[in-house]
């Protein structure tokens, strides 16, 4: 019997989780400001179709990016050498989050409904939501969202949730200035949820749940420079190099 919350109802053990299908914990609840930070802090993430109730997961094995070892693939960084595209940190999270909710060709429909919008637009008001967008021109009237990714951090602890592009290349942009940017404030991971073959092509890796969760225990209690979420601009080709 899958458990259901009620509005003061605590997530039950990550462990609990259904094998089939993979990581199911519960459903219910809300999706305020507290109920993420709760679930993200343990591990869980909300995920769901229009019409069903508020879904909540906590899947093993865990699809990660390892930070400290990542490197872009040779071609991306050649793409970035030369590119006249612009990246900036937390300048347009709600366009973010509303490109990444647009229904796409390899998918049926969109988990990113009205209410998580407004949910995660809360969570980034009040600092724990951030994106990274891809622009196509660098004058401020001119400019073009063609790509971009969000999540949720806690801590040294970085949840990526969707990523979008409107022009080749620009998600994979989005992802690796993310993670290069997070490589210089000490996060060990980027958490990306539940493996897919465009994942895999870009170097993530799985991990037992339980291991995922002891790194989740240990990276939410470490504090942050201040200035790491302002919203800047970011030096594409600085972030998009090889080692």
């Known amino acids: 019997m899958l458990p259901f919350l009620t509005k003061n109802c605590l997530f039950p053990p990550v462990e609990t ?10 459903a219910g609840g809300d999706l305020s400001v507290n109920r993420l930070i709760s679930a993200y802090s343990n591990g869980i993430f909300p995920w769901y179709s229009e ?13 990660i990016f390892e930070i400290e070892n990542y490197n872009p693939s040779k071609s991306l960084c050649s793409f970035a050498k030369k590119s006249t595209w612009n990246v900036t940190l937390n300048q347009a999270f709600e366009d973010v989050i509303q490109a990444c909710a647009k229904p796409r060709s390899d998918l049926d429909g969109t988990w990113i ?7 995660y637009n809360e ?27 969000y999540g949720v951090a806690i801590g040294k602890l970085f949840c990526g949730e969707s990523m979008f592009s409107r022009e080749s290349q620009a998600s994979k942009i ?21 493996k897919n073959p465009h994942l895999t092509t870009l170097g993530s890796k799985q991990i037992e749940r339980k291991e995922f969760i ?19 601009a970011l030096n594409m080709k600085d972030l998009v190099t090889r080692k």
């Open 51 to 63: 019409g069903e109730p508020i879904l909540w997961w906590s899947p093993n094995p865990r699809t």
């Open 123 to 149: 969570l980034h008001k009040k600092g724990y939501a951030h994106s990274i967008e891809v622009w196509q021109d660098s004058r401020l009237q001119e400019r073009r969202l063609i790509g971009g990714i």
């Open 17 to 26: 989780a259904l094998d089939e299908p993979d990581g199911l914990l519960s």
């Open 174 to 194: 989005a992802i690796s200035c993310l993670i290069r940017y997070l490589n210089g404030f000490d996060f060990p991971i980027l958490d990306a949820q539940v």
């Open 214 to 232: 002891k790194i989740v225990n240990q990276q939410i209690l470490r504090s942050n420079d201040k200035t790491i979420w302002q919203p800047k």
């Open 113 to 119: 409904t009205n209410e998580i919008i407004e949910a």
